[in-house]
């Protein structure tokens, strides 16, 4: 069994809880740690089970409380050497680790497979989470599609991906031209147009349920994210992630 939940998704912060039975691990930490443990008891969720944070990279929509929370847990933090060298003073945690990219890491009892993305990062990192031959992928921040996530989200059985705009909303909105074409460059965000293709096209036999996630407060709304995926609707359960609340809870097994 693995059990997977969007705490926090959005622009405004972001942090993702996948587990089993005994062991379970966050990707990102990117809201306060008094929100985080909060969401987790909401849900349901046991703060003892969780044996690491996993940080794609270092914006602050993605490391914010990672510092506390680590402490508070007494988990370490996995980082990129890149990442970690990246992280504003004051940031890095006590309990480190260090992954490298396409390298396997195991934590606890879950198998971890990261991998680069383009993303204006200093070395961002996608992941797929694998236990029991269940693979759960963590597919945000993303400037566009490379092999590689095409490669990984092929093995997925369920996944939070990006939908972070609408493309009319982001060129009609209020956002200077230089940070509307960095949203759209190949290192920036994936619209609700290129996850949608990304999917269609790209998808495994065995992927049974999609999390529409870390959408834009600014340049996108739930409802256009979900309207974009509803020809897909027969194929895979379609679901929304929440910027406020937790959000995306199922169970595989």
Same mark, same amino acid.
């Given at each position: ?20 039975? *005994? ?27 969780v044996r690491g944070i996993i940080i794609s990279h270092e914006h ?15 988990? #370490? %933090? ?11 003073h004051g940031e890095a945690p006590e309990l480190v680790q260090i992954?490298? #990219?396409?390298?396997? /890491? ?8 990261? &991998? ?5 990062? %200093?070395?961002?990192?996608? &992941?797929? /989470? ?14 566009? #599609?490379? %092999? ?6 092929? *093995?997925?059985?369920?996944?939070f991906l990006e939908t972070n705009y609408d493309e009319k909303m ?5 956002? #200077? ?6 949203? %759209? ?25 999609? &999390? ?36 995306? &809870?199922?169970?595989?097994?």
């Amino acid at each position: 069994m693995v059990e997977l939940c969007a705490l926090a998704s959005g622009s405004n912060g972001n942090c993702y809880y996948i587990g089993n039975e *005994k062991d379970a691990v966050l990707v990102d930490a990117g809201i306060s740690t008094r929100k985080i443990l909060h969401r987790m008891d909401e849900a349901g969720l046991q703060p003892s089970k969780v044996r690491g944070i996993i940080i794609s990279h270092e914006h602050s929509d993605h490391v914010h409380g990672v510092r506390i929370l680590s402490k508070k847990l007494g988990v #370490p %933090a996995w980082f990129t050497q890149g990442t970690l060298d990246s992280l504003k003073h004051g940031e890095a945690p006590e309990l480190v680790q260090i992954f490298i #990219p396409d390298k396997v /890491i195991k934590i606890g009892s879950m198998t971890i497979h990261p &991998f680069l993305k383009n993303h204006d990062a %200093a070395e961002p990192c996608s &992941f797929r /989470i694998e236990h029991d031959d269940w693979h759960v992928g963590v597919f945000t921040d993303i400037g566009e #599609p490379c %092999a590689r996530l095409k490669n990984h989200l092929r *093995k997925c059985h369920a996944m939070f991906l990006e939908t972070n705009y609408d493309e009319k909303m982001l060129w009609d909105g209020s956002y #200077p031209y230089h940070l509307k074409a960095r949203v %759209a460059s190949a290192h920036g965000h994936l619209s609700n147009d290129q996850a949608f293709e990304l999917i269609r096209d790209h998808a495994g036999p065995e992927l049974v349920h999609v &999390f529409l996630s870390h959408l834009s407060g600014e340049n996108n709304r739930p409802e256009l994210a979900a309207a974009r995926f509803e020809s897909l609707s027969d194929r895979f359960n379609i679901s929304l992630t929440s910027r406020s609340t937790f959000s995306g &809870f199922c169970r595989l097994r």
